[in-house]
Structures are given as structure tokens and as C-alpha cells.
């Protein structure tokens, strides 16, 4: 038996995943940021406590995590209801208070301008 619970099993230039048989490790997936708009992401990212203070993990800001997903469904159409449900939870949070500019951006680039409208329609109001 390998002593890492993880293998993996995906791994092109932007992406890699890892898998586990152990079913508490699950699955992990690293971008790899080397884009400009990716490492736009990791400076907006915020550092947040976990495990009780003791550690501390960069976190990205909500339009950026919804940039990711709109990237998701465009590459993947099998995921569009997954990444379309995860997309109007984050809007039904924080809709208002969300950078409609960066996200018309991420829409236009994989060219969802249709779909932002309905979104800033739907959870943009103020």
C-alpha cells in the first residue's frame, strides 16, 4: 500500500487533480496560476484563519470563485446545472455587494454576456 492517499489523475498546463481511495481525503484540484487573470486572483485572494486560528489559507473573493465556474460550464456542458446552481447561491448571498464589472468581464470572456444580464438582472438590484 502507498503510504500518499493521493494519485493523479488529470493534468494539463492549467490543471491538475488528485484523487483518493480513502474516502475522508476525497479529491483535490489545483489551478495553475500563470495567466494574468489568474494571478489577478491570487492578489485579490484573502488569507483566512482554518483549524482554530492555527494555519492560514488564501481564499478567493466570491466574483473570482464565480469566474471559475462560469469557466467550468463553458469547458464542461455536463456541468452546466452544478455550476449554474453554485453561481446563483453565491449571487443570492452577495448579489448586491458583488463587483458586477469583474464579473461582466469573466462572462464576456467566455462569452456569457446573455447569461450576466439575466444574473445582474436577477441579483444586482439595489
Known sequence: ??????????????VTQYVSDQEPFGQIDF????????LS????ARSLPIFEGRYRI???????????????LSNDPARQ???IADIQ???EQRGKDLNWELLREYFQLFKKEEEYE????TYGQT
Open 81 to 83: 446545472r452544478l455550476e
Open 1 to 14: 500500500m502507498s503510504t500518499r492517499p493521493y494519485r493523479c489523475v488529470y493534468k494539463t498546463e492549467n
Open 41 to 44: 486572483m491570487l492578489e485579490r
Open 118 to 121: 439575466k444574473f445582474k438582472k
Open 58 to 72: 488564501p481564499v478567493l473573493t466570491p466574483e473570482d470563485i464565480i469566474g471559475l465556474k462560469v469557466q467550468a
Open 31 to 38: 489551478l495553475h496560476a500563470f495567466r494574468h487573470i489568474s
Open 89 to 91: 447561491r453565491i449571487m
